[in-house]
């Protein structure tokens, strides 16, 4: 038994397909397939049921993965103390981060930080919260960029920085003249918003008490904040931006930015990890102070 057999079950518990595990695993399919027939033999158990589509683990080779997942952090583990020992970052660091905060985030230090470790390799998936959490737990991420909410008790939260919420108005629109925005000022506005399940979403209905955009026909659900953005440019209605996006603006974008009257509690950006000590997902990342 070996650790690169361990990888890929796990890679194929994952994909639930042999040939995009083998992909993932930059290996041809027959040599992965024939990895997990040789532990398959070890073990005198089947792993995986191959006459179900897609692919699924056996009652047994479920708890073979469960443990195989155990074995690897632990292994990884080893890796991470020699390199601290070393005072040197490197190995790969998987990061889920929000679609709202990445574009705005990671310019800010990704390349800082390239330059600084060049041996470390970061992975960066854009995820919704939800599915931050479940690849915490699954061991797919080392660690997770949200706007902290309610039901994260199970990570450990380390706070990156807070920020507000801005409207974005177009030119043509009659809320342009206002100093400021007031949510009760929305009826019948064109609002682009995100789609529900995204927190920025979540956090603006709530938190500004929106009951307009909650019923409002004219609310469109595109699910990019940049996209909105560039309507709103063009001519086109309302929408809402973080604050951390209107320092990347240039001087006529920022025209268009308006501050919410009754401003609604800042949300605190945060950085998930697992609480389980021994997990590989306690590899430190650099913070940025100037955030």
């Keep these: ?18 040939a995009k595990a083998a992909e993932h695993c930059r290996v ?38 469960e443990q195989a997942r155990i074995v690897l952090e632990q292994a990884g583990h080893i890796k991470d103390i020699i ?15 929000l679609p709202t905060i990445a574009p705005y985030l990671l310019p800010r230090f990704f390349p800082q930080l390239m330059k600084k470790y060049p041996k470390l390799d970061i992975r960066v998936t854009e995820m919704k919260t939800k ?3 479940q690849a915490l737990q699954s061991g797919e991420i080392d660690a997770g960029v949200v706007a902290s909410l309610a039901g994260m008790e199970e990570f450990r939260q380390t706070s990156l920085f807070y920020e507000q919420f801005f409207a974005y108005v ?12 007031r949510t009760s000022d929305l009826n019948g506005e064109q ?33 990019s904040m940049e996209t909105f953005m560039r ?12 604050e951390l996006a209107v320092l990347q603006l240039n001087k006529p974008q920022k025209e268009l930015v308006r501050p919410i009257a009754n401003p609604s509690p800042p949300r ?17 990342l650099p913070r940025n102070r100037e955030v």
């Design 83 to 97: 390199e601290e020992e070393k005072h040197s970052l490197s190995g790969v660091f998987k990061l889920g981060i």
């Design 28 to 65: 041809t399919q027959p040599t992965l397939s024939a990895m997990i027939q040789k532990l398959e033999d070890e073990l005198d158990t089947k792993i995986f049921d191959r006459n179900q589509q897609p692919i699924c683990p056996t009652p047994v080779g479920q708890l073979v993965i």
């Design 131 to 133: 599915d931050i959490k």
């Design 191 to 223: 609002l682009w918003l995100l789609d529900e399940g995204h927190c920025f979403r979540d956090q603006l209905v709530r938190f500004c008490q929106m009951k307009s955009a909650r019923a409002s026909q004219l609310a469109y659900h595109l699910g």
């Design 1 to 18: 038994m070996t650790l690169q057999q361990l990888e890929y079950i796990l890679a194929v518990n994952q994909f639930r397909h042999f």
């Design 268 to 284: 605190q950006i945060v950085k998930l990890t697992n609480k389980n000590p021994e997990s590989k997902t306690h590899k430190t």
């Design 170 to 181: 177009a030119r043509e629109d009659a809320l342009y003249n206002n100093k400021v925005i």
């Design 231 to 242: 309507m709103v440019e063009s001519g086109k209605g309302v929408t809402f931006i973080p």
